[in-house]
Nanobody, 123 residues
């Protein structure tokens, strides 16, 4: 069971990035998927999640309207499209999966975690 986060990089303020979270060893169909981030010296912060049933999406206030989470069960991958990036979005981003067959998704407890991908927003 493995989650592989990718797509991070260096981008200027106002730019965009799309993060991917690919699962191997299990199918994501019945899992809620969350994205978290951790900036240097700060605690890990929940960013967004998508439910296993209906694909309902939820966002932290700090990213609402700028980030979009989506899932492609056929590709066994979840994406986080990040637009209008700000320097304060700079962090290591992690994806996580939890077996939750529901229309909601957790914001804290997840069973499986990916290794993280660095996002740096700077001019």
């Amino acid at each position: 069971v493995q989650l592989q986060a990718s797509g991070g990089g260096l981008v200027q303020p106002g730019g965009s990035l799309r993060l991917s979270c690919a699962a191997s060893g299990f199918t994501l169909d019945y899992y809620a998927i969350g994205w978290f981030r951790q900036a240097p010296g700060k605690e890990r912060e929940w960013v967004s999640c998508i439910s296993s049933i209906n694909g309902n999406t939820y966002y932290a206030d700090s990213v609402k309207g700028r980030f979009t989470i989506s899932r492609d069960n056929a590709e066994n991958t979840v994406y986080l499209q990040m637009n209008s990036l700000k320097p304060e979005d700079t962090a290591v981003y992690y994806c996580a999966a939890d077996l939750v067959i529901a229309t909601i998704c957790p914001t804290e407890e997840y069973e499986y975690w990916g290794q993280g991908t660095q996002v740096t927003v700077s001019s």
